[in-house]
């Protein structure tokens, strides 16, 4: 069975910073690309970042664009998200998620999501 174990999550400031880690148990790590999601109180679970299954092609929600940047790490099997300049507004569990089709793009909608792992809360506070 497939696991993403998630780390990073916590209390922070505005304007703090914060690093997520995702490490999942799938020897393809490799060959799919991965991304975060969040999904704060009341809300529906939105995209935040993906990154290409090479660690190219980035892409970010418009909300996070420019304080957030995704990378990986293919030799230690981690996919990582740099959370910089953190607003009240970022509160939310983020997940991480792995694209359901291997040397896909994305994951950018939990359509394409095969795995979620299960969820860090992070809280940034005024």
């Known amino acids: 069975q497939v696991q993403l174990v998630e780390s990073g999550g916590g209390l922070v400031q505005a304007v703090g910073s914060l690093r997520l880690s995702c490490a999942p148990s799938i020897r393809s790590f490799s060959s799919h690309s991965m991304g975060w999601f969040r999904q704060a109180p009341g809300k529906e679970r939105e995209f935040v970042a993906a990154?290409?299954?090479?660690?190219?092609?980035?892409r970010y929600a418009d909300s996070v664009k420019g304080r957030f940047t995704i990378s990986r790490d293919n030799a230690k099997n981690t996919l990582y998200l740099q959370m910089n300049s953190l607003k009240p507004e970022d509160t939310a569990v983020y997940y991480c998620?792995?694209?359901?089709?291997?040397w896909g793009q994305g994951p950018y909608y939990s359509g394409d999501v095969g795995y979620w792992g299960q969820g860090t809360q992070v809280t940034v506070s005024s």
């Open positions: 990154i290409s299954w090479s660690g190219g092609s980035p």
């Open positions: 998620a792995v694209q359901r089709v291997a």
